[in-house]
């Protein structure tokens, strides 16, 4: 993890590897963005001129790499673009500053130590660079070769240090955001880690292991549900799951407590650590990413540890819903009937619906202890994909005020969001001849029929949201501002948010 520190040392005099400033895409050309006057003094106020005759516009993800300035101990200059110059008096926003920090953090991999001096106008923007480089030096490179020629093969490890400077390192709220941000970005490229592990390695009972030698370290509390207390508890949409695969599935409950809390959470998480869709076979081209299908349970998970590091006055569950989803003689077939921890029955039409038959059961089990409020998140359904793309995720809710209150703290942590329906009219088609519910309806709408299908396992009263991370999961692409190519940790940042707003008494 790259080392993050404060500083109030002038940017000439600073012995690094590079020099990080911002640049912004001004209405005549690129604008240096302040943080950086050392800097451009060096270049006699000529900085954005010459930046302009490289090709430099400042547009969001640009990076232009020149000669440091005479007299300066870092040998080069690394200007990244901000985006658009805000508006008179009014500063770059937190998510502008993450992304410049990431595209730079990425830019210079290899190096030992590089300065940041970019637009910190108070602590919650140093907080957003700390997060943003944090995220962005991330790299898994767990499986690479560790011989002498690993270099080579490898490429370069990631940024060693990052120092922000105009910080405050004797100023609280200085200290606070740094140590915020160490502490949610580690939890969050903890979950990257996660998602991008191979399924070979990373089976139910691995992830329980993971899961409670960190509770072990940070105060949580842990119980572990295995197929023999999973039988005698009745959760048949887990075991239904997991029924095909020699490994066998896993219920985690993580309890975080606070001695001052006056609010609790449950975030629920479909922990499918392979799916291969049953008996339902994915078709070809569609397995090869399938490793990440336990994405929403490592956000739950980093989000409750987060929690704990940062002490927050709120009490806070997480559920872990684990199995793999496998073809075999013993596996569930389309047609069979579940009987739900609930004690619904489900007819499972299909046993590539199966996300939602290990949440069913994960959410009635938290339902059980009366928190507040639930959140579930899940890389449930490919038509919220096809309805949202690749960055944004889905939120459906039972209350519209708490649907907004999510939606409002995943933009302000910058992981774009979409409030979406729960149309009534679609509930019919899960209706079943045989049992009480279907685990499937209507092909079009599919991802609002999943929602509607988990709202039936939710304890009457209590406030929910469903989090369909499908989409930004798991990054096929290439990496952009400080998201990876690989496992994201989308929604983490999301629920540590929503766990501090309850906290403050904030969440509405």
């Given at each position: 993890m790259t080392a993050l520190t404060l500083s109030t040392a002038a940017a000439p005099g600073l012995r690094a590897d590079a020099i990080v400033i911002g640049v912004a895409k001004g209405a005549e050309g690129p604008v240096v963005a302040p943080g950086a006057e050392a800097v451009d003094k060096a270049y006699d106020g000529r900085l954005a001129g010459v930046l302009e005759t490289l090709g430099a516009s400042g547009a969001e993800g640009e990076v232009t790499k020149l000669p440091a300035p005479s007299g300066f101990k870092a040998p080069v200059v690394v200007a990244v673009g901000l985006g658009a110059e805000p508006e008179q008096d009014a500063g770059f926003d937190a998510e502008a500053l993450r992304r410049a920090a990431g595209v730079a953090a990425r830019a210079l991999t290899g190096s030992k130590k590089a300065a940041f001096a970019l637009p910190l106008a108070e602590a919650a923007d140093a907080g957003a660079v700390g997060e943003g480089v944090l995220l962005g030096a991330y790299s898994f490179d767990a499986y690479k070769s560790t011989?002498?020629?690993?270099?080579?093969?490898?490429?370069?490890?990631?940024?060693?240090?990052?120092?922000?400077?105009?910080?405050k390192p004797r100023d609280k709220a200085y200290k606070a955001a740094i140590e915020r941000a160490a502490a949610v970005s580690e939890e969050l490229n903890r979950a990257r880690d996660l998602i991008n592990t191979p399924p070979n390695d990373l089976n139910p009972e691995a992830f329980a292991a993971v899961a409670q030698a960190a509770a072990k370290e940070h105060g949580i509390k842990v119980q572990v549900l295995d197929e023999k207390a999973l039988t005698k508890g009745g959760y048949g949409g887990?075991?239904?799951?997991?029924?095909?695969?020699?490994?066998?599935?896993?219920?985690?409950?993580?309890?975080?407590?606070?001695?001052?809390?006056?609010?609790?959470?449950?975030?629920?998480?479909?922990?499918?650590?392979?799916?291969?869709?049953?008996?339902?076979?994915?078709?070809?081209?569609?397995?090869?990413?399938?490793?990440?299908d336990m994405a929403g349970a490592a956000a739950?998970?980093?989000?409750?540890?987060?929690?704990?590091?940062?002490?927050?006055?709120?009490?806070?569950?997480?559920?872990?819903?684990?199995?793999?989803?496998?073809?075999?003689?013993?596996?569930?077939?389309?047609?069979?009937?579940?009987?739900m921890y609930s004690g619904k029955t489900v007819e499972v039409l299909n046993t590539d619906a199966e996300g939602r038959l290990v949440l069913a059961d994960a959410l009635w089990a938290a339902s059980q202890e009366k928190p507040d409020a639930i959140i579930d998140v899940a890389?449930?359904?490919?038509?919220?994909?096809?309805?949202?793309?690749?960055?944004?995720?889905?939120?459906?809710?039972?209350?519209?005020?708490?649907?907004?209150?999510?939606?409002?703290?995943?933009?302000?942590?910058?992981?774009?969001?979409?409030?979406?329906p729960l149309p009534e009219h679609l509930r019919k088609g899960m209706d079943s001849a045989t049992a009480d519910i279907a685990n499937m309806g209507e092909r079009m709408g599919g991802g609002l029929v999943a929602g509607l299908f988990l709202r039936e396992f939710v304890g009457e009263?209590?406030?929910?949201?469903?989090?369909?991370?499908?989409?930004?999961?798991?990054?096929?692409?290439?990496?952009f501002g400080y998201t990876p190519k690989g496992g994201t940790g989308t929604a983490v940042r999301t629920l540590v948010r929503v766990a501090e707003l309850a906290a403050s008494g904030d969440l509405g």
């Amino acid at each position: 993890m790259t080392a993050l520190t404060l500083s109030t040392a002038a940017a000439p005099g600073l012995r690094a590897d590079a020099i990080v400033i911002g640049v912004a895409k001004g209405a005549e050309g690129p604008v240096v963005a302040p943080g950086a006057e050392a800097v451009d003094k060096a270049y006699d106020g000529r900085l954005a001129g010459v930046l302009e005759t490289l090709g430099a516009s400042g547009a969001e993800g640009e990076v232009t790499k020149l000669p440091a300035p005479s007299g300066f101990k870092a040998p080069v200059v690394v200007a990244v673009g901000l985006g658009a110059e805000p508006e008179q008096d009014a500063g770059f926003d937190a998510e502008a500053l993450r992304r410049a920090a990431g595209v730079a953090a990425r830019a210079l991999t290899g190096s030992k130590k590089a300065a940041f001096a970019l637009p910190l106008a108070e602590a919650a923007d140093a907080g957003a660079v700390g997060e943003g480089v944090l995220l962005g030096a991330y790299s898994f490179d767990a499986y690479k070769s560790t011989g002498k020629d690993a270099k080579a093969k490898n490429g370069k490890a990631p940024l060693a240090e990052a120092a922000l400077l105009g910080g405050k390192p004797r100023d609280k709220a200085y200290k606070a955001a740094i140590e915020r941000a160490a502490a949610v970005s580690e939890e969050l490229n903890r979950a990257r880690d996660l998602i991008n592990t191979p399924p070979n390695d990373l089976n139910p009972e691995a992830f329980a292991a993971v899961a409670q030698a960190a509770a072990k370290e940070h105060g949580i509390k842990v119980q572990v549900l295995d197929e023999k207390a999973l039988t005698k508890g009745g959760y048949g949409g887990i075991l239904g799951v997991g029924a095909g695969s020699a490994a066998g599935p896993r219920l985690v409950k993580l309890s975080y407590t606070s001695s001052k809390a006056t609010k609790s959470l449950a975030f629920v998480g479909k922990g499918i650590t392979y799916d291969s869709g049953g008996i339902s076979l994915k078709p070809a081209g569609h397995n090869e990413t399938m490793k990440c299908d336990m994405a929403g349970a490592a956000a739950v998970f980093a989000a409750v540890v987060a929690a704990a590091r940062l002490g927050l006055e709120v009490n806070v569950t997480g559920w872990l819903a684990l199995a793999e989803n496998m073809p075999s003689g013993s596996a569930t077939r389309p047609g069979d009937v579940l009987r739900m921890y609930s004690g619904k029955t489900v007819e499972v039409l299909n046993t590539d619906a199966e996300g939602r038959l290990v949440l069913a059961d994960a959410l009635w089990a938290a339902s059980q202890e009366k928190p507040d409020a639930i959140i579930d998140v899940a890389t449930l359904t490919g038509a919220m994909m096809l309805a949202l793309g690749n960055r944004t995720y889905g939120i459906m809710a039972n209350d519209d005020a708490f649907r907004a209150a999510v939606h409002e703290a995943s933009e302000e942590v910058g992981e774009p969001a979409w409030p979406m329906p729960l149309p009534e009219h679609l509930r019919k088609g899960m209706d079943s001849a045989t049992a009480d519910i279907a685990n499937m309806g209507e092909r079009m709408g599919g991802g609002l029929v999943a929602g509607l299908f988990l709202r039936e396992f939710v304890g009457e009263g209590i406030a929910w949201a469903h989090l369909d991370i499908a989409g930004p999961a798991f990054n096929e692409g290439g990496p952009f501002g400080y998201t990876p190519k690989g496992g994201t940790g989308t929604a983490v940042r999301t629920l540590v948010r929503v766990a501090e707003l309850a906290a403050s008494g904030d969440l509405g």
